[in-house]
Every structure is written in structure tokens, then in C-alpha cells.
């Protein structure tokens, strides 16, 4: 008797019959260890899971189907579903840029990837144990870290081609600007992952938007990791994020009862031990909110607006529902799902007000670009300059004395940042520098020279000698032009914050 054919998505195109496996017996798995309180051991029980899944990996899965006993992926209309790819690949572009940043800034410009390689493996075990822990309190979904083979300590620490440095030249290849902000998404690839999350094209939107929000929350896991080893390496603090609501609840009606029902039967079948494989830390369901989709601000859920179209998304006001309707349209109220409908519009750098655009030829450093994006910050509205004083630390300071120094600091600055002029930025140097006390090589504004020294060497990538300040030609003198328009842009900046 010929064995029976495989199942068929309605439609779909015919494939060769084999013979019907049979079925493997349910593992469930032991309870996972709790990260904060024992991470090797939480460590090892997804290393265990790993390896059984993954080790001798035979491609022999046949492609996503319809299913009906199985419908984990029908709980959620496609309008909630296009919105929350569509979030999520905004949050993972933003984290993937300061991740290119911070690579590009410790390997092309500075010594990170020798002074790993110098590592004893026990010290690199430490380092990788602490980015996956980080990574897992920051990333929205830690669970997919089961679809993560490359995200196994040995394998991180190794000389493969999924090992920290490699994976980090990987992402840094995408978009080295380092301008803190990427144009289009980056997801690391894996063979085993596009075998084991392949679809057939019958499959419906349900299922193809399903497992692309898992392939996005795999790659979450995948960057807040390497950030987190990047950080931790360079002695930077751990800063776990909180979850925040973006969404309402979708209304009850019959349909969506419908599937719900249909998810309870399927967890039935599926047990999760829920005391354990929760996908947020603690610490974030503690201090959960509802937040603005657009601006990201925390309110009290009745105050914040909704969609009146889609019933979904929470808005803090009008203003920041007009600046995201360009890409809120795309999927409100859409029944279908297209990746590329979802794609988000790529964020301009961040700019302070009077950030003078880049001459044709130069290229700004990644530490130059974070000293932008410092500047930027609404706190910074009324300082010309930060010092790094600490991984993650910064000093901001103004110019007080002598009279007018500041505004010829101020266009010296711009003239620096715009073309990388040698005579302009030793003009910022000795400004900045001009009190300080022979004795202690301290400044007024409680930092040494070698601070600021360092500070502008590392950022334009010069030699800030008094043997290359004396060769330099001479600082021309700002114009009146230039004079007007520093004061200008400094009385804009104090007006937008009041």
C-alpha cells in the first residue's frame, strides 16, 4: 500500500510523496532558571536547548503550512499584526544604529577587535555570559533566542564565522556612516533559520506575518547581544529598557473570539511553563506603560488618543499623530500583509540647531557623529561642547570668559565639523584650554587638558601637538556673517527649550 501524500496548502503547487514520519514524542522542557538570579544556569538551559536543536541539523522540515490544529499565529487581526512589524522594525533600525556606531567607532578607529583577540577564553566566557544577559533584558522577545544558533557562548568566543567579530563586521558592512542612524533594516541570515522559517506561497498572511514578527524578534536577540558584549567589553554600565505599550487592546467581537479559542486549544496542546519563560524582565513588567507611538512618551493610558481608524494605535496628541500618519497609513486598517509595507522611513541623523552640513569629501568620525547627537539633546540646548568623562559619561561646558570667546568657539566649531579644519579645531583647543592651570593641567570647568585633548583628537582624527599648532596656518577670523548667524542659531536652541 503506497504511503499517503503529504498535506497541502489548498492550491498550492504538488510535491513528491514520502513516507509519513511518526510522530516524535513531546520533550517538555525542564523549567528555565531565572537570569537574575543564576545566570549560568539560565545560560546552560538555553545552551541545552540549543544544541538539541540545532546540532547535526538535518534540512528534512517541510515548509510552514496551513495547519488546523495548529493556529498560534490567529489571535491577532493583520491590522494589529502590520503594526507591530512595523514598530518593531522601527526600534530594531534605531538599536542596529547605535550598534553600528559604537563597532565602528572600537574597531575602525580604535584597537577593540586586538585587544579581544588578547582575551583569555575564560575572560571572553565572562564577557559573552554578561552581553547575553543584558541582551535578553532589553530585546522584546528573549524566548527566540531558541532560533538564535548563533548566540551559543562558544561559538561568540570562537574562531567561526558567527563569532563576535565577525557578526559585528557583518552589521558595521551595512551602513558604515555610523551616524548613529540606518536607511534600511539589517537581519543576519543563518542557514539553519532560512530552512527551518520557509513558507510556502499558498501559506496565508496570518502565518507569513507570523513568522517574519519571529524572524525579527530572533535578530532583536541577535543585536542587543552584541551591543551588550560591545558595552560590556568597554566598560560601559548595563541600561535595561522598559516595555511600553503601543497598542489598545483589539475589540472582542466574533471573529477574533473565534481565534482566540482556536489559540487556547493550541496552547493546550502546547504547554509553556509561564513562571519561567516570560519574555520581559520583571523589572520591566513593574514599570510598564502605555506610550506614544510616534514620540515614545509615557502617559496615562486615558489620556492618550487612538486611531479613530484603526482603534490600535496610542498617540500623546494631534501633532504626533500628523508627523507619523505617513507611516501609519501604510498599515492601517490593512487586512493583507507585505513586508514592504512595513518597511519604516529612514530617520534623518540627529542635529542640533545650527549643525552645518558636510562638505563634499569629508567624513565624519563615529565618535564626532555621537558628539552631534549629544549636542542635539534637549539638555544640551545651551552648551557649545561635551567631554567624555566615563563610558557613557559626558562633561558639557560653556565658554564664559574671556569676552566673546565663546561665539569664535562656536565658529570654530562649525567651521570643524563641516570640513574637519585643522586651524579651526586647534582654535577650539586652545579656547577651551586657555585658563588652565600650568601646575595641575586642570581647567576651569574641572577637566584637564589631556581630556580635551584626546577628545578632539580621537573625533577628527588628528595630532593635536604644539609642534602641529605652531605648523598649522594661522585660524582665519569669523566674519560678521558668521558672528550673526552663531548667535542666532544659540538664541533658537534656548528657545526650544524654553
Not at 312 to 321: D, H, K, M, R
Request: charged share 25%.
Amino acid at each position: 500500500m503506497p504511503p499517503p501524500p503529504v498535506p497541502k496548502c489548498p492550491g498550492s503547487t504538488s510535491y513528491p510523496s514520502k513516507p509519513k514520519r511518526p510522530p516524535l514524542p513531546l520533550r517538555q522542557p525542564p523549567p528555565r532558571p531565572d537570569r537574575h538570579t543564576d545566570r549560568v544556569a539560565w545560560n546552560e538551559w538555553f545552551e541545552t536547548e540549543l544544541a538539541l536543536r540545532y546540532e547535526g541539523y538535518a534540512y528534512d522540515s517541510i515548509a510552514f503550512e496551513y495547519c488546523p490544529d495548529a493556529l498560534p499565529w490567529e489571535c491577532h487581526t493583520m491590522t494589529w499584526r502590520n503594526l507591530t512589524i512595523a514598530q518593531h522594525k522601527k526600534e530594531l533600525m534605531s538599536t542596529e544604529g547605535v550598534l553600528i556606531a559604537m563597532a565602528l567607532e572600537n574597531i575602525t578607529y580604535g584597537t577593540f577587535e586586538a585587544e579581544w583577540k588578547a582575551l583569555s577564553m575564560e575572560k571572553k566566557r565572562e564577557l559573552a555570559l554578561e552581553g547575553l544577559y543584558r541582551g535578553s533584558c532589553n530585546c522584546p522577545g528573549d524566548n527566540l533566542r531558541h532560533a538564535c544558533p548563533e548566540l551559543r557562548i562558544e561559538v561568540l568566543i570562537g574562531d567561526g564565522e558567527y563569532n563576535v567579530i565577525n557578526l559585528l563586521k557583518c552589521i558595521m558592512a551595512h551602513d558604515p556612516t555610523g551616524n548613529r542612524r540606518v536607511k534600511e533594516l539589517f537581519l543576519f541570515e543563518h542557514p539553519y533559520i532560512t530552512h527551518e522559517f520557509r513558507h510556502t506561497p499558498a501559506a496565508p498572511d496570518g502565518l507569513k506575518a507570523w513568522i517574519y514578527s519571529r524572524m525579527l524578534l530572533r535578530n532583536y536577540c541577535i543585536v542587543d547581544t552584541l551591543l551588550g558584549i560591545l558595552e560590556a567589553s568597554t566598560g560601559h554600565p548595563g541600561s535595561p529598557t522598559y516595555a511600553i505599550r503601543y497598542h489598545a487592546t483589539q475589540p472582542h467581537d466574533e471573529e477574533r473570539e473565534d481565534r482566540v479559542a482556536k489559540n487556547r486549544e493550541w496552547n493546550k496542546k502546547h504547554p509553556i511553563d509561564k513562571s519561567t519563560h516570560g519574555t520581559h524582565c520583571q523589572e520591566k513588567k513593574a514599570t510598564a506603560g502605555y506610550g506614544c507611538i510616534k514620540c515614545y512618551k509615557i502617559m496615562d493610558r486615558n489620556k492618550l488618543k487612538l486611531c479613530a481608524r484603526c482603534q490600535l494605535a496610542f498617540y500623546c496628541g494631534s501633532e504626533c499623530q500628523k508627523k507619523d500618519w505617513a507611516e501609519h497609513k501604510k498599515v492601517c486598517g490593512k487586512q493583507d500583509f507585505d513586508v514592504g509595507r512595513t518597511e519604516p522611513l529612514p530617520e534623518a541623523p540627529s542635529e542640533f540647531i545650527g549643525c552645518p552640513p558636510v562638505v563634499n569629501g569629508y567624513i565624519r568620525t563615529p565618535a564626532l557623529w555621537r558628539q552631534i547627537w549629544y549636542l542635539s539633546n534637549s539638555d544640551s540646548q545651551y552648551r557649545v561642547y561635551h567631554f567624555d568623562t566615563g563610558p557613557a559619561l559626558s562633561h558639557s561646558i560653556t565658554i564664559p570668559h574671556p569676552p566673546g570667546a565663546q561665539n569664535v568657539f562656536l565658529v570654530a566649531r562649525r567651521r570643524a565639523m563641516a570640513s574637519g579644519s585643522i586651524p579651526a579645531i586647534h582654535m577650539m583647543f586652545k579656547i577651551a584650554t586657555h585658563d588652565a592651570d600650568p601646575s595641575t593641567g586642570m581647567t576651569w570647568a574641572g577637566l584637564s587638558v589631556e581630556q580635551m585633548r584626546k577628545q578632539f583628537e580621537r573625533e577628527y582624527q588628528i595630532e593635536i601637538t604644539e609642534e602641529t599648532m605652531r605648523a598649522v596656518e594661522p585660524f582665519a577670523s569669523p566674519t560678521k556673517r558668521e558672528l550673526r548667524e552663531e548667535k542666532e542659531f544659540y538664541r533658537k536652541r534656548l528657545e526650544s527649550v524654553g
